[in-house]
């Protein structure tokens, strides 16, 4: 064999063998999960690390999908800086905010930073508030409240990966085919 097949040969076996060990379940994907400068999670729990990584594309998914959900509730509500956000939203939702920021105070000695009412917004109240003020606020802008029906359908997927558990690639799908349709139709 000439040497331009035993290297081809060569990257290929390396390429086998990378991905069987990552398979393996004590090896983690290559992505570590750093404690310190010197230690890694990934050398003594790797499975967990591993689950850690894959969960990680849906939290960033939701924590995307959410962040922009927000802005453009406060955006739409506040018509560009010219009128409050905050009375036009339900009574129990501002009640529910109340709360939670009392919550934050108690815990100022946390490093939170601070936070505004709207940081404090759930991913089921923001729906709320969109389907709350459709007709005077949304209507002309989301168009389609079967939207708001998809993002409450994957609210399950949102708890569940912010409760420490990953979901399946499918889901995984599922979850970016609403954030889609939503920048197909609202765009970000």
Known sequence: MNDDGTLALFLMLGQIANKKSTEHPSV?????????????LASSLPESVRNANH????????????????????????????????????KDVQTDIAKLENNEEMKSWMALGSRDKSALMTYPQLLRVIEECWNEHFKDVVRDKA?????????????????????????????????????RVVSP
């Open 28 to 40: 983690v994907d290559g992505k570590p999960l750093m404690l310190s400068e010197s230690y890694d």
């Open 55 to 90: 969960a990680a594309e849906g939290y960033r998914l939701f924590f995307v999908f959410e962040t922009y959900l927000k802005d453009f509730v406060i955006q739409t509500l506040t018509k560009d800086g010219k009128e409050q956000w905050w009375d036009k939203i339900p």
């Open 147 to 183: 939207l708001i029906h998809e993002a409450r359908l994957i609210s399950h997927l949102r708890n569940t990966i912010c409760h420490m558990r990953s979901i399946s690639d499918e889901e995984t799908d599922r979850v970016k085919m609403v954030i889609k349709d939503w920048f």
